[in-house]
């Protein structure tokens, strides 16, 4: 696949770029040459490969997820100008 001078100024339009036309052959042939390589690297047998998602093998640092009550819910709503039982007050809005 290659791409046209047409459309190199749509590409430049569609990310609000603005290209001269002395510009746009120099991107003609770097777009030709990025789309090359993509349809180079189409090629390569990966059927043996497995999916990653880093170049080195990491183990997230995860905590245990356990469900509690949080056992602050009193200071969690100490600065609330209105509580009732733990919970927020707010004024009604819809009537």
């Known amino acids: ?7 190199v100024r749509r590409i ?14 120099p991107l003609q042939g ?4 990025i789309l090359a390589f993509v349809e180079q690297l189409g090629t390569v047998d990966v059927s043996g490969v497995e999916p990653m998602t880093s170049v ?4 997230m640092k995860k905590r245990a ?3 509690t009550d949080g056992e602050r819910a009193a200071d969690v709503v100490a ?6 039982d733990n919970y927020f007050l707010v ?3 819809v009537e």
């Open 1 to 7: 696949m290659s791409v046209d001078a047409q459309t």
């Open 12 to 25: 430049a339009h569609l990310a609000r770029i603005a290209v001269s036309d002395e510009e746009v052959a």
């Open 30 to 33: 770097e777009l030709n040459a």
């Open 56 to 59: 080195t093998p990491m183990a």
């Open 65 to 67: 997820d356990v469900v």
């Open 79 to 84: 600065n609330a100008p209105e509580t009732e």
């Open 91 to 93: 004024p009604k809005v």
